[in-house]
């Protein structure tokens, strides 16, 4: 039963629209679905490692650090700002689609997106060490719990976005034409600009 409830709460977690999903859209519409799974995995390896740092304490040391805690905060900052104003300037410029030569060292680049912009955002960790020990049954062994807790979240995450992936990337042919392409850029630029200062201005 305590599992269903998790699954279910990491449904909703993963269906908040958030900077996980502004960048996993970005790259999907920038450079198709195989970008955008990319960027999902490199997501869901950042969600496993502060998974995993709950599980052994390590998200309680980013906690109890205040200094810890604003160096990320704000690294992650710069990460989606530097993120929006891009896209912003590329739609100023007209974007074109990714030529097929682009594709591996483009996935590359998607995957690190998504696991830069995870693994540099300390609300993830604090979020993980709060979430994850809710779901944890009285009596079971916590480490080995929360583990598996945290794999359960990654694989509920791979579901949701990768439908979301499917979907934008279906929708690819009306997606290509330039206007909408350009105008997609500079709202998902505007949207990773307006996360990144929230985040930079924002306390705990």
């Known amino acids: ?17 958030g900077v996980s999903t502004a960048v996993i859209l970005r790259q999907t519409l920038r450079a198709g679905r195989g970008s955008g799974l990319a960027a ?9 490692l502060w998974g995993l740092s709950a599980a052994f304490g390590l998200s309680a040391l980013l906690a109890a650090s ?30 074109a689609p990714e030529v097929e030569a682009q594709a591996v060292p483009g996935r590359r680049r998607s995957y690190l997106a998504g696991l830069g912009t995870c693994a540099a955002n300390p609300k993830a960790g604090v979020f993980a060490m709060s979430f994850l020990p809710q779901f944890v049954p009285q009596g079971q062994n916590v480490p080995v719990t929360l583990v598996t807790l945290a794999a359960v979240w990654v694989l509920v995450d791979l579901l949701w976005y990768g439908l979301l992936v499917w979907a934008v990337a279906k929708a690819g042919a009306w997606l290509s034409r330039p206007a ?22 924002e306390s705990r």
């Open 1 to 17: 039963m305590y599992l269903l409830a998790f699954v279910g709460a990491c449904l909703l977690v993963a269906m908040a629209p």
């Open 66 to 95: 205040q200094l810890a805690y604003d160096v990320m905060r704000v690294a992650g900052a710069c990460v989606l700002l530097v993120m929006g104003v891009q896209s912003i300037l590329r739609a100023g410029k007209g974007a």
């Open 40 to 48: 999902t995995l490199g997501n869901e390896t950042g969600i496993l």
């Open 180 to 201: 909408v392409r350009r105008t997609l850029e500079r709202i998902s630029g505007v949207v990773l600009v307006g996360l990144g200062v929230r985040l930079a201005v």
